[in-house]
């Protein structure tokens, strides 16, 4: 209840623990104190605690601006980089003071001049106002774990394991490292978290070097990192505090024993001032502070199947890798000179005809057969009657193709510029029987249904081209409309 202590132990005046308190002084008090002397004490109060402190007021040290020379520092923590309550000397004695949490930590100094009779100090331990509704801290379960070797691994997961204490229960646990004599203890971190981070009145890590007393306390981690850790004794202790809401906590720490070189026997040289057993090299883990002893470790790989192979395995296997590579190659060449020859033949007997219908489908137009009156408006027969329409334009819009003109031709068309051409070729030959000024004079509008094979889209039916059949005689007119009932025929 009362871990409590002070260094150089024996030289630094009276120390007394009670387990509610206690009381220390300096040297040779109420004498004078002996010249070049320092002496920490520090003090350590149970979970959910703090300490009150007290100077009696038979109380001189020299003086001195700003406490330079002999004086007394008191800080808020149980390390000398704690913060700094207060450095007291004179003939005044200091004035009450009270810790923050659970430590105190007082270094008393003297140098080689001017003595006085130093100090008296007291202490008492009060709750702590942080945890004052959760009342008293209940007694904690006894959870202590003996470790050695030369390696071994420290897990907080042992606490649950072992069935030291519950998981709703606050556990204040200590691992015991014991190396053999003349040897140290090197720590190596390699999983860390504090649930309440930052929080060190709730949980954290300590590390002591020679005993879990306060004052052999090394390192103390609450926050988010953890720090590898050289001891420079044969024991080392490792602590875990974690209230209720804490026990989510956890570590995992890598203790390696070594002593200092020479390395004797079959020793390790670490290269960091280190000589460990010879069984942690190429072990997989890294016990020097160094990886040296994972190093260059390909040759103490373990065998595999590659290793246990003998001539005649790799005879066989290098056989038939070489048939399998000799098969492959064959067909490679089979499979480059086949489709060419099939190509070649193909070329030959390849007609771009027969692709162009397949290709093309074809596209249909679908247009009337008008007649243009006479200039005395007579009508002319329909020799078309199939054809006929009353109205000028295509039936049925999807009828005519796209509205862009195919700019490929075709093979079937009747353009009507051609059949004009035919017509005028024709009229040379026909010979009116009677004059050109009785003769009706006809102008016909023929709309083909024109059989397209573009790809592109059909033309729209042009219904302006325009056929003038000119003059013509009965003879004459039958055969124009011969010729184009022929061309509408072929058309169609």
């Not at 596209?363 to 005395?376: G, I, K, V």
Request: aromatic share 10%; proline share 7%; with cysteine.
């Amino acid at each position: 209840k009362n871990n409590s202590g002070v260094t150089p132990a024996g030289l630094c005046g009276t120390w007394v623990k009670e387990p509610d308190g206690g009381l220390f002084t300096s040297p040779n008090y109420p004498e004078k104190y002996p010249p070049d002397r320092e002496c920490i004490y520090i003090i350590e109060a149970s979970p959910r605690q703090c300490i009150d402190l007290y100077f009696d007021e038979k109380y001189a040290i020299e003086p001195s601006w700003e406490c330079k020379f002999d004086h007394i520092e008191v800080r808020d923590g149980p390390f000398s980089f704690s913060p700094i309550i207060g450095r007291y000397c004179g003939q005044e004695s200091p004035t009450y003071v009270k810790s923050s949490g659970r430590y105190l930590w007082i270094k008393f100094v003297a140098d080689g001049e001017l003595e006085a009779i130093g100090f008296s100090a007291w202490y008492n331990f009060t709750q702590d106002p942080d945890f004052k509704d959760l009342g008293v801290q209940p007694p904690l379960p006894i959870c202590e774990f003996e470790m050695s070797g030369p390696e071994g691994i420290v897990e907080s997961v042992m606490v649950t394991k072992e069935g030291k204490a519950l998981q709703t229960e606050a556990v204040d646990c200590r691992w015991y490292i014991r190396a053999p004599p003349g040897s140290k203890i090197y720590l190596r971190f390699l999983d860390y978290e504090m649930q309440n981070s930052n929080e060190c009145k709730r949980n954290f890590v300590a590390v002591y070097d020679g005993s879990s007393s306060v004052e052999h306390l090394k390192n103390k981690f609450c926050s988010t990192v953890a720090n590898d850790v050289m001891l420079l004794t044969s024991l080392g202790v490792i602590r875990m505090w974690a209230d209720e809401t804490s026990r989510r906590s956890r570590f995992r720490i890598l203790f390696t024993t070594f002593h200092e070189p020479p390395c004797e026997g079959d020793s390790f040289f670490c290269h960091g001032n280190m000589c460990i057993n010879h069984t942690l090299v190429c072990n997989g883990i890294q016990n020097c502070v160094y990886p040296w002893d994972e190093n260059g470790c390909k040759e103490k790989r373990k065998a595999t199947i590659l290793d246990s192979l003998d001539n005649t395995n790799v005879t066989i296997i290098g056989v038939t890798c070489g048939v399998v590579i000799i098969l492959l190659t064959v067909s490679i060449i089979i499979q480059i000179k086949q489709p060419r020859k099939k190509y070649i033949i193909r070329r030959d007997e390849f007609d771009p005809a027969l692709l162009h219908e397949a290709f093309e489908p074809p596209e249909y137009e679908l247009c009337t057969l008008r007649q243009a009156t006479s200039c005395d408006g007579d009508v002319l027969s329909e020799d078309f009657p199939k054809l006929q329409r009353t109205s000028s334009k295509c039936i049925h819009g999807h009828h005519c193709g796209s509205q862009v003109s195919s700019t490929r031709g075709s093979r079937s068309d009747l353009s009507l510029r051609d059949a004009a051409a035919i017509l005028s070729d024709m009229e040379p030959t026909i010979q009116p029987p009677f004059p050109l000024q009785a003769t009706p004079t006809g102008r016909r509008n023929i709309l083909v249904m024109k059989h397209s094979y573009s790809h592109d889209g059909a033309e729209e039916c042009d219904l302006d081209d325009e056929l003038y059949d000119g003059p013509t005689t009965s003879r004459g007119r039958a055969a124009v409309d011969r010729t184009v009932h022929r061309s509408v025929s072929n058309d169609f």
